[in-house]
């Protein structure tokens, strides 16, 4: 758990925890020898993966941006997001939104908790706020389990809201559509006293994505969009000298973007 000030309210980094994974699915476009000059591997070729998700301490309102892993822990590894919010001081049920930059497991499957044989929502007042071209998309044929345990009860719930489109939701915190690695992906703007951060989702996955825009992950549900979704986004976060929240990259994740002659290089803050 780390606080960064932003202007007059406070985003808090939450740690949902570190595990190894197979480095080649972040540069799935990328001849093998290419990325291996970048990144050092272990013996198995992976390398640690970051999880930072984030609270927002707005002036009027608690604002969780995705919730982790939830009960799916790898081991221990992950699912430590509700620790890490525990620790912040606030209260679980003054939550009063949740966003969900997208839809992948590693974002929502803290949205639902198993105790005591049921599954309840681990913010039990907040609205959970995801694109519909999401919920669409992984609502559709042959979807996996986790639209179903963490999205379609909370609708069920009366608790999903589900967005079209640029949003503004408070005075503080705007959504914007950044498609790519999926269909309805989000960033999140949020913005107080003339500063900026955007929390990224996983338009990027890795640092050596700001430096390479059009290397993308295995992942990404339309890999044609996500460099051109990369090169307004990036253009923009430098413009407004955003700081950013890069969810996958080690943690606490948070840095800026430089442009340099060759493109654009993450600045990561310690
Ligand atoms: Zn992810």
Request: glycine share 10%.
């Amino acid at each position: 758990m780390q606080k960064f000030p932003l202007g007059r309210i406070g985003l808090i980094v939450l740690d949902d925890g570190t595990w190894r994974f197979p480095a080649h699915f972040f540069f799935d476009n990328v001849p093998e020898a290419e990325w291996r000059a970048h990144v050092a591997t272990d013996a198995e070729g992976k390398i640690p993966v970051g999880h930072n998700y984030a609270l927002v301490e707005a002036e009027n309102a608690l604002v969780v941006i995705d919730t982790g892993y939830g009960d799916d822990t790898h081991g221990g590894k992950t699912g430590h997001l509700l620790e890490e919010f525990d620790r912040t001081g606030h209260r679980r049920e003054d939550v009063g939104m949740v966003i969900l930059t997208h839809g992948h497991g590693d974002h929502i499957k803290g949205n639902m908790l198993m105790r005591d044989g049921i599954r309840r929502p681990a913010f039990p007042r907040a609205r959970y706020h995801l694109a519909r071209a999401d919920w669409e998309w992984f609502g559709g044929p042959g979807h996996v389990p986790e639209f179903d345990e963490q999205l379609a009860t909370l609708e069920q719930l009366g608790m999903m809201v589900l967005d079209d489109g640029a949003l503004r939701l408070t005075p503080e915190i705007s959504l914007l559509p950044t498609p790519g690695h999926t269909p309805g992906h989000t960033t999140v703007v949020i913005e107080s006293d003339g500063q900026t951060a955007f929390f990224l989702g996983d338009v990027c996955h890795h640092p050596l994505h700001f430096s390479h825009p059009d290397w993308v992950s295995a992942f990404d549900t339309h890999p044609g969009t996500t460099p051109r979704t990369r090169a307004w986004l990036f253009n923009l976060a430098v413009a407004r000298d955003a700081l950013l929240v890069c969810p996958h990259a080690p943690s606490p994740g948070v840095g800026r973007l430089r442009k340099t002659a060759e493109g654009f290089s993450w600045q990561p803050l310690q």
